[in-house]
């Protein structure tokens, strides 16, 4: 009768070790799966914060080309959510058009919050673009003069932080969580004098 050695016996997998490799393999799957969901909500964040920046640069440029209507822009409520359904009249939106600077300021308040609506933009889908439940404040010196201008955009983020609330645009409004936890907050603040 042959006897068999320990090198004859170990000759291949058995089936205990084939399922030790297939669980160490998910579980590092299961990672790579997590790691995909926390990047894909880090760059979402991301685009939510350039969007927002684009927004009040944009809007902080048509305040410095309108000094006669600067008054206007401040005398505005919080925006975002349809504040402003529909658009002024005139139209201020061609080259032609014969607007004062107040109503100027009107229509790019519009403007603006249909932005930050995403009501600007839209897909075949019926998909649009914009910030989540966004509220945009502007704020700056009384009456308009020249000074610090600050447009404050804030949305709802996907992820809960604990953070305190130093500026008071959107908070307390609760469409950021309870405790405003899901809020985050762009600042933009730029010197305009209406007199230039």
């Not at 790579?32 to 909500?41: C, E, I, M, N, R």
């Not at 308009?144 to 804030?154: A, D, S």
């Not at 953070?163 to 899901?182: L, M, P, R, T």
Request: hydrophobic share 40%.
């Amino acid at each position: 009768m042959p006897i068999m050695t320990s090198q004859a016996r170990q000759a291949g997998f058995s089936l205990i070790e084939l399922l030790v490799a297939v669980v160490v393999f998910s579980v590092g799957l299961l990672a790579v799966a997590g790691l995909q969901t926390v990047s894909k909500s880090a760059n979402y964040e991301g685009i939510q914060r350039t969007t927002a920046s684009h927004i009040a640069y944009g809007l902080l440029e048509d305040m410095r080309s309108n000094g006669s209507g600067i008054a206007q822009y401040l005398a505005s409520p919080a925006l975002g959510g349809g504040a402003i359904a529909n658009e002024p009249l005139p139209s201020c939106s061609s080259i032609a058009a014969e607007c004062t600077g107040d109503q100027k300021a009107a229509h790019d308040l519009w403007f603006w919050e249909s932005v930050v609506d995403g009501s600007q933009e839209s897909s075949a889908a019926g998909a649009s673009g914009g910030i989540v439940s966004p509220t945009m404040c502007i704020n700056g010196p009384v009456g308009g003069g020249p000074g610090v201008y600050v447009v404050t955009i804030v949305w709802r983020g996907s992820v809960a932080m604990n953070s305190a609330v130093i500026n008071q645009c959107g908070a307390g409004s609760g469409k950021y969580g309870d405790n405003d936890e899901f809020r985050r907050v762009v600042s933009v603040p730029t010197f305009i004098d209406p007199s230039i």
